[in-house]
């Protein structure tokens, strides 16, 4: 035989074994009784890997989704509790789901509830965030961070400050059918032994400017949706929260614009990405804690225990007075925000001037 032809069956039996497994169990015998490779097809494989049932578990097993520098991801899916979703849609029916509803409305927008579930989760995980926290949303708009987070973890005070009138009553309208579903729960005798189904209340909105306080304290977590936040903004919420005791800073603007440039004392800690109600926009959250710069003794001389609060907190006399309308019990709380509504409702009606004849002229 001829060296071309002795060549040839090595080669195809090289081609078959690059579909074959190496173990003699994927080899058969031929009619000759010589043992040829036997073709591995799809069907083959699933047999020998068994029935749907007995792979069911390991199918279950969440996928790593691969992230910049090297870095993995669970694709898990944020689960949103039920007091929580109630809150969304109680918000929902009054002011819509959409931002806006004020001057520069364009430049607001509103979280989906999954993305400040992500956020809050982070939030827990990474600050010890829960009901000893003190929440403030500066810029709070409609109110849901808030409304959120005073239901799940359920914080010791949730605080919003709006510095533009008609989104500070929007939010104050969406607290009042918050509050007032937790009234007619009270009255049905609604089962609230399920903490997923309890609805949070220590929650309160104020129509103020966030220049008028000296420090963040007596708040744990500073949260701001800042996009559209003007440059001179960030300068002064530096400041302030330079000079407080808080420890965390939550945003949506990375280290190179809050530290290099804005010149905030903090150290990023994690970062996740968020989408927008009613549009593909998305922005980065990115969560942040303190680091030490000069004295504590300098921060403070600026914020002080008030008398009537835990005395060994310090508070910005700003925020005295809503967090002890906090801690003055829901009843309490539920009539100053009803009648804070019905006043604001009315004085802002027009009123009508009965239109003079000219016989009376």
Same mark, same amino acid.
């Given at each position: 035989m001829s060296e071309r032809s002795t060549s040839r069956p090595k080669r195809e039996a090289n081609d078959a074994h690059a579909f074959s497994s190496p173990s003699k169990k994927n080899r058969t015998p031929s009619a000759s009784?010589?043992?040829?490779?036997?073709?591995?097809t799809p069907s083959s494989a699933r047999k020998a890997r068994?029935?749907?049932?007995?792979?069911?578990?390991?199918?279950?097993?969440?996928?790593?989704?691969?992230?910049?520098?090297g870095r993995t991801a669970s694709d898990t899916v944020t689960t949103v509790e039920p007091a929580v979703r109630k809150i969304y849609s109680l918000v929902n029916s009054r002011?819509?789901?959409?931002?806006?509803?004020?001057?520069?409305?364009?430049?607001?927008?509103?979280l989906t509830s999954g993305s400040m579930q992500k956020m809050v989760n982070l939030m827990k995980t990474h600050t010890d965030f829960?009901?000893?926290?003190?929440?403030?949303?500066?810029?709070?708009?409609?109110?849901?961070?808030?409304l959120h987070v005073a239901t799940d973890p359920g914080v010791e005070f949730s605080y919003g400050i709006e510095h533009e009138k008609v989104r500070w009553l929007l939010g104050m309208?969406?607290?009042?059918?918050?509050?007032?579903?937790?009234?007619?729960?009270?009255?049905?005798?609604?089962?609230?032994?399920?903490?997923?189904?309890k609805i949070g209340t220590r929650c309160t909105f104020a129509y103020a400017d966030i220049k008028e306080a000296r420090t963040f304290d007596p708040f744990t977590h500073v949260y701001m949706f800042d996009i559209g936040f003007p440059p001179a903004l960030f300068?002064?919420?530096?400041?302030?929260?330079?000079? /407080?005791?808080? *420890?965390?800073?939550?945003?949506?603007? %990375? $280290?190179?614009?809050?530290?290099?440039?804005?010149?905030?004392?903090v150290e990023l800690i994690i970062q996740t990405n968020t989408s927008m109600h009613g549009s593909s926009e998305s922005h980065m959250g990115y969560i942040y804690k303190r680091v030490s710069y000069?004295?504590?003794?300098?921060?403070?001389?600026?914020?002080?225990?008030?008398?009537?609060?835990? /005395?060994?907190? *310090?508070?910005?006399?700003?925020?005295? %007075? $809503?967090?002890?309308?906090?801690?003055?019990?829901?009843?309490?709380?539920?009539?100053?925000?009803?009648e804070t509504v019905l006043k604001e409702n009315d004085s802002g009606r027009p009123k009508r001037n009965r239109i003079q004849t000219k016989s009376e002229v």
């Open positions: 009784g010589a043992i040829t490779p036997h073709l591995v068994g029935s749907i049932s007995s792979r069911v578990e390991d199918e279950r097993q969440p996928t790593a989704r691969r992230l910049p520098f002011t819509g789901s959409l931002g806006g509803n004020g001057a520069g409305g364009a430049i607001y927008g509103e829960g009901p000893d926290s003190r929440f403030i949303d500066v810029g709070c708009g409609l109110g849901k961070p808030n309208s969406n607290l009042d059918a918050v509050l007032g579903e937790v009234e007619k729960q009270l009255q049905q005798g609604t089962d609230e032994s399920n903490d997923q189904n300068y002064d919420i530096a400041e302030i929260f330079n000079r /407080s005791l808080s *420890p965390f800073l939550i945003c949506y603007h %990375g $280290p190179r614009l809050m530290v290099d440039d804005y010149g905030f004392h000069g004295s504590n003794r300098s921060r403070s001389k600026t914020s002080r225990p008030i008398s009537g609060l835990p /005395s060994d907190v *310090p508070c910005d006399p700003l925020f005295a %007075g $809503p967090w002890k309308a906090i801690r003055k019990g829901f009843q309490s709380l539920r009539k100053e925000v009803k």
